[in-house]
């Protein structure tokens, strides 16, 4: 009997775990009540939820004013550390902003042609100063020679011009600094539950996506983007609670936001990931990840669900991968990330439309699984053919990683893994290892209710292209029934 009760209880608790990450997976293709509106409404100020890390690393806040006579006031707030509470400089963008037509390259997105008016930069440290103006006067043209006299003090409070539309002087490149962010632009609604156990109801939240950032430096001054960086929210309009959010509303330039103190977590992957939005990636996919993680031997799987839209309510196709990884390092380049290597061993694919069934069957035979039997909803192995030419993925192979972990407000764990290379390649050496994040999964299942060699149980019979049983869900109350069943057989 005792046996039985066992069984039964861990069906029962297999049947309470799984669910929250599938439940997530549902969630964000229901779209969440998700609603864009073409063209945006951008006027008013929208700020950064939190410390944000570029590529470089770069690490700052934003703080963006947008007016109904299409002028803007950007204000960027530069820091030495990842937690954003010892700042280096400011810079104040004014300029003017048109929006044109939905993009025909990513789809959701507005087109959008900018002006800059001028840029001023403000120090807050001697050390800043002296480290921007050796940039700029070792860089910039010869209009920007001399932009400061080597040791000159430091002036509090003093605001320094780095570009003048008027005078045609433009001293930024040296900075990295550029605003094709304001080029790509969407703006998302949805309604969030009031947390407050007395309270009922909901509240507005506004998400406005810019464009993203380069991951080469190299790149990011003349780089049009076709994704989007983390979201800022509305200042009147964001999530609750967010002390972030009013901190950086009342930063000006000359008193930059110093953010809240948060400890340091240790790294810890064992568990369940899952995406907490739709997903889109420079060269317009659209996609949201589930990760597995198994600390006692170090595997990984990973399921990566592609879309043809924004909301990710149109499927494309599956990816499914797992290998191992190393033990992580503290990484010596980006401060409170984690480095590490991700072996991909093994992967399938399930195509979920007629047009990736057409590309994959016409791919060379023996580039990408069975040449001409892919059909769709029907997953195939690719490990046999080393990979997929078709869909860029080579097997097996190395990626070298950078990781964050944090805890949200609601004190929920999240998992930022290192932002993908602009250019589509893949981080396969050191020398590529991200010094950026993509945006943040959440912890759905903890490593106790992984349940990896039970989780099979859910899944019945089809057959894939090779023959074998291909995995189809079955109701958390058929478990339930067959514990019952076991029960009642002792």
Not at 36 to 48: D, H, I, K, T
Not at 116 to 137: C, D, P, T, Y
Not at 174 to 190: D, N, P, Q, T, Y
Not at 473 to 489: C, D, G, S
Request: net charge positive.
């Amino acid at each position: 009997m005792v046996r039985c009760w066992w069984l039964a209880g861990l069906l029962v608790a297999c049947a309470a775990a799984e669910p929250r990450c599938r439940q997530q997976l549902r969630h964000l293709q229901d779209s969440a009540g998700i609603a864009a509106r073409l063209p945006p409404r951008l006027e008013g100020r929208w700020v950064s939820t939190g410390c944000e890390v570029r590529p470089g690393p770069e690490f700052l806040t934003r703080s963006y004013l947008f007016y109904a006579n299409r002028l803007f006031k950007a204000l960027q707030f530069y820091y030495w550390d990842p937690s954003c509470r010892d700042p280096s400089y400011s810079l104040v963008i004014k300029g003017k902003l048109r929006l044109r037509q939905a993009s025909w390259i990513t789809r959701g997105a507005t087109e959008a042609d900018y002006h800059l008016h001028k840029v001023g930069i403000v120090f807050h440290s001697q050390k800043a100063m002296r480290e921007v103006a050796s940039w700029i006067n070792q860089t910039s043209g010869e209009g920007c020679k001399g932009f400061l006299p080597p040791g000159r003090s430091w002036a509090p409070g003093a605001l320094y011009e780095v570009l003048s539309a008027k005078t045609e002087r433009d001293c930024t490149a040296a900075l990295g600094f550029a605003m094709h962010e304001l080029s790509l632009v969407r703006v998302e609604r949805h309604y969030q539950p009031l947390l407050q156990p007395q309270q009922s109801g909901s509240q507005l939240v506004e998400e406005l996506y810019l464009g993203d950032i380069h991951t080469d430096w190299g790149e990011r001054l003349h780089y049009r983007p076709t994704g989007y960086q983390r979201p800022m929210q509305s200042a009147l309009h964001h999530v609750h609670p967010c002390p972030a959010c009013g901190i950086i509303s009342r930063a000006d330039e000359h008193h930059p936001p110093i953010l809240p103190d948060r400890a340091a977590l240790p790294m810890q992957l064992s568990g369940s990931w899952v995406s907490t939005h739709c997903e889109v990636r420079p060269a317009v996919l659209f996609l949201t990840r589930y990760f597995t993680f198994h600390g006692n031997n170090h595997t990984w799987e990973g399921h990566y669900y592609h879309y043809s839209d924004p909301l990710c309510r149109q499927p494309t196709f599956t990816i499914y991968a797992s290998g191992h990884y190393t033990q992580g390092i503290p990484s010596s380049k980006v401060r409170g990330g984690t480095e590490l290597a991700f072996k991909v061993t093994q992967a399938r694919v399930t195509p979920m439309d007629q047009l990736t069934v057409v590309m994959l069957s016409s791919s060379e035979p023996g580039s990408c699984g069975l040449a001409g039997s892919w059909i769709a909803g029907v997953e195939q192995d690719i490990t046999p053919t080393n990979g997929c030419l078709a869909l860029g993925i080579k097997l097996p192979h190395t990626e070298y990683e950078l990781f964050k972990t944090e805890q949200d407000t609601q004190e929920r764990s999240l998992l930022y893994i290192g932002e993908r290379p602009t250019d589509g390649s893949s981080p396969d050496s050191p020398d590529k290892r991200p010094t950026s994040y993509q945006a943040p999964l959440i912890q759905c299942a903890a490593a106790s209710q992984e349940f990896s060699n039970y989780i099979s149980l859910k899944y019945v019979g089809r057959k894939d292209a090779n023959g074998s049983k291909a995995l189809k869900p079955l109701p958390v109350a058929f478990l339930l029934f067959i514990a019952l069943l076991f029960l009642r057989w002792d």
